[in-house]
């Protein structure tokens, strides 16, 4: 069946402009996961969804930083004037539940760019 | 604090060596999961294993072993006959509950 998919695969924008990055999980997961990776490191989460609701957002790293999961599938990543450092490869996964942490599935990744 | 501790940042083997990466965390929960993922070049992170924290069996899977060692906090991977294609970038994580800790990855080059 089809992984995770993210659009899109790329994105430059300017810096104090708004983003927005979308992540399609696996049918039927529940939880959905984002994370960020900057060169050289290891990816950190940001939030995670059990069904619609944010389970753990703890590590948005600010209120520029939004996602919502409306019907319980797919889910928007929101960046409010964007900054130079956020420009980051972001994630997103998928698992079946995450109440017993099994693997997570993670999407190709979305490159954006902030100039 | 929840922490992962890959020391090792480069490795570089020639084909059919055996590598071992090194993973150390952190964590005051007794009940997380570890897990180690595999990112080649085209960037897309694939799971290799989880293992819970009541199960300190080592593990095989064909040329990949693991050897969890809560005594040291170390969940250590090995690579054995090391192939061209196992070039990548490692991640170590530790999962207390939902979201994954990773580690800082060990990138891993294979030569032939």
């Known amino acids: 069946g089809a992984g995770v998919s993210q659009t899109p695969s790329n994105k430059v924008t300017e810096k104090g402009k708004y983003v927005e990055l979308r992540c399609d999980p696996i049918s039927g997961h529940t939880a959905l996961y984002w994370y960020r990776q900057s060169l050289g490191q290891g990816p950190e989460f940001l939030i995670y969804?059990?069904?619609?609701?944010?389970?753990?957002d703890s590590g948005l790293p600010n209120d520029r930083f939004f996602a919502v999961r409306p019907e319980g599938s797919v889910s928007t990543l929101k960046i409010q004037r964007t900054e130079r450092g956020d420009s980051a490869v972001y994630l997103c996964a998928s698992s079946p539940s995450a109440a017993a942490p099994g693997e997570q599935y993670f999407g190709p990744g979305t490159r954006l760019t902030v100039t | 604090a929840q922490k992962v501790t890959q020391a090792q940042t480069e490795i570089s083997v020639v084909e059919k060596e055996d590598v071992t990466l090194d993973c150390v965390y952190e964590t005051r929960d007794t009940t997380y999961y570890l897990f180690w993922y595999k990112q080649p070049p085209s960037g897309e992170l694939v799971f290799l294993i989880r293992?819970?924290?009541?199960?300190?069996q080592n593990e095989i899977s064909g040329r990949y072993s693991w050897n969890f060692q809560k005594s040291t906090s170390s969940f250590n991977f090995t690579i054995t006959a090391s192939q061209v294609v196992d070039s990548a970038v490692y991640f170590c994580?530790?999962?207390?509950?939902?979201?994954?800790?990773f580690g800082q990855g060990t990138e891993l080059s294979v030569k032939p």
């Open positions: 994580a530790l999962s207390p509950r939902g979201k994954l800790i």
């Open positions: 969804f059990q069904g619609t609701g944010a389970a753990d």
């Open positions: 293992r819970n924290s009541f199960d300190e």
